[in-house]
């Protein structure tokens, strides 16, 4: 995989999707297609984008968002 296809799946990774969640997914779904997989590819990483689910609950965000705001600080 190119570096900027990394690139683009880290942005698509937001606050609450863990991008090790991602690739472990992304690599599940290769060897689930190929046992001997030696490549996971931009697919797979498409695919495993579209099955996590964030560990960080909506609310919590916007609370960090809101905080952050308030405070005047940009730390994302």
């Known amino acids: ?5 990394c690139d683009v799946i880290a942005r698509r990774c ?9 690739c472990r997914e992304a690599a599940l ?7 001997k997989a030696q490549f996971i590819t931009a697919r797979h990483f498409e695919c ?4 996590v689910r964030p560990r960080v609950p ?3 965000i916007q609370l960090y968002g ?4 308030q ?3 940009r730390l994302f």
């Open 71 to 73: 405070r005047g600080l």
């Open 66 to 69: 809101d905080y952050q705001q």
């Open 29 to 35: 779904l290769a060897l689930q297609e190929d046992i």
């Open 48 to 51: 495993a984008l579209c099955a």
């Open 1 to 5: 995989m190119h570096r900027r296809h």
């Open 58 to 60: 909506d609310s919590l």
């Open 14 to 22: 937001d606050i609450g999707l863990p991008i090790t969640a991602v």
